[in-house]
């Protein structure tokens, strides 16, 4: 008889059992037991890009700090342009950028009838605050221009502060920096900033059949590729890489993988050994050097996955399947590593787009499909599925430049329908 107080093991080959969590369950549950890290560092500007800022970014400037012209030009009093005819003025000198206007009497005032020849970004002189563009003026002499009606007062002109108020929070503590965040920051004067200090990752791949490359491989072995995968995957965060190699399936070896991995890293990722084969060792090692908070997810590819904490680090144990390394590391790796690093896990570009490919779907699962993202003849974004789909199938990963989710509902999608895509960049 079977025991009834049995529970039933996850494998990839499941569908569904009731111990299983769905995926935006087990993205809560995961984010709940993560702490951002607290340490800091002060960085040059150049030294900062993706890092996460651990202060407030506040002006003690106004950006522009003067009012300024838009325009190369002229610039004169809004009240003494003119009203129905043309008309003639005096231009009294020239204002370049960084080179103030000032006639001989080291004074800037302009007066009735008169203007200053300015250039752009140079500061406005006193009593100005309209700029008529080079092109609709007509210069009679080096000394007298024209202008026509149809001017506004403050046309041409940046007003200092409107770019940047003096006092004002630029950037929160958290901000994960950007390109130009590096030039706002530069742009109020300040050159080095604190940020957290980047999360350490440690990582190895489980498995007797795993070479390295250059070994010979006998029967029924393989090059270990998830680590190149995830090295891959690492090196575009925020983080510190520690790649800790390939380690056997033997029990003493993996103990003392894990303890040499906790030791070094605020966070540890290993793959293959969580499912329930004679040689899966990963989950049984956790539970006794540390804690296991979830196994089984209701996923495809990706399951069972194991997530946890051992000694101080948090824990990952993605499938050894290939193509599961990544679709699990994007869906819960990656938002852990966010928050752990001090951003908070920020949502990816999802958007829907018609499919042109009938995708077979039993529910009760979330599916991750690789899929091609084009433009059709009429300019609309469609997606393809890379063909064959097993999660061993690396290179359908590397011929995608999108997943395709489906979520647990979804019964299957035929030829024309919306289907919700994630894509890898920005580029097609
Ligand atoms: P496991 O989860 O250890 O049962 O592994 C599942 C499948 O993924 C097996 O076919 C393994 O040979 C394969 N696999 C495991 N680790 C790797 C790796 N590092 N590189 C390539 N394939 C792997
Ligand atoms: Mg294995």
């Given at each position: 008889m079977l025991n009834p107080k049995a529970k039933k093991q996850a494998s990839c080959?499941?569908?569904?059992?009731?111990e299983t969590i769905t995926v935006e369950t087990a993205r809560q549950k995961i984010l709940e037991k993560i702490h951002p890290i607290d340490g800091t560092e002060k960085l040059t500007l150049y030294q900062s890009l993706n890092r996460i800022l651990a202060e407030d970014i506040v002006s003690k400037?106004?950006?522009?700090g003067h009012t300024n012209s838009a325009m190369d030009g002229y610039t004169l009093s809004g009240d003494q342009l003119p009203n129905n005819e043309t008309r003639e003025y005096r231009v009294i000198g020239t204002a370049y950028a960084g080179r103030p206007f000032k006639n001989e009497n080291n004074n800037d005032q302009c007066q009735a009838g008169e203007c200053v020849r300015i250039m752009t970004g140079a500061a406005m002189p006193s009593n100005t605050d309209t700029v008529i563009m080079q092109e609709h003026s007509e210069k009679i002499s080096d000394t007298t221009v024209r202008f026509t009606t149809g001017h506004r007062k403050g046309q041409n002109v940046r007003q200092a502060g409107e770019d940047i108020a003096k006092g004002n929070i630029v950037l929160k503590q958290g901000h994960h920096l950007q390109p130009a965040d590096l030039g706002v920051i530069a742009s109020i004067g300040i050159g080095e900033i604190s940020v957290y200090r980047q999360p350490r990752i440690a990582f190895f791949s489980t498995g007797d059949e795993l070479r390295q490359i250059g070994e010979p491989l006998e029967k029924g072995d393989i090059y270990d590729s998830n680590r190149y995968s995830l090295y891959g995957m690492l090196s575009q965060l925020n983080v510190e890489i520690i790649d800790l190699g390939v380690v056997g399936d033997k029990l003493e070896d993996l103990r003392e993988a894990f303890a040499t991995a906790s030791s070094k890293a605020d966070l540890v990722i290993t793959t293959g050994?969580?499912?329930?084969?004679?040689?899966?060792f990963v989950k049984n090692i956790i539970e006794e050097m540390g804690k296991i908070h979830?196994?089984?997810?209701?996923m495809k590819p990706g399951r069972p996955i194991t997530f946890g904490e051992l000694d101080e680090a948090v824990f990952f144990g993605l499938p050894g399947n290939p193509v599961a390394v990544m679709t699990t590391f994007y869906h819960f790796v990656l938002p852990a590593i966010q928050k752990l690093s001090g951003e908070g896990a920020r949502s990816p570009l999802t958007f829907e787009v018609k499919c042109n490919s009938a995708l077979k779907k039993r529910p009760g699962r979330f599916e991750c499909l690789r899929g091609i993202l084009s433009r059709n003849e009429s300019g609309q974004l469609t997606v393809s599925v890379t063909g064959k789909q097993g999660s061993g199938i690396l290179t359908s990963m590397s011929r995608a430049n999108c997943l395709i989710l489906l979520d647990e509902d979804c019964d299957g999608v035929k030829i024309g329908d919306n289907v919700t895509v994630q894509p890898f960049n920005t580029y097609l």
């Open positions: 080959a499941d569908d569904y059992d009731s400037l106004n950006v522009p050994g969580v499912s329930v084969g004679e040689a899966d979830i196994w089984k997810i209701a």
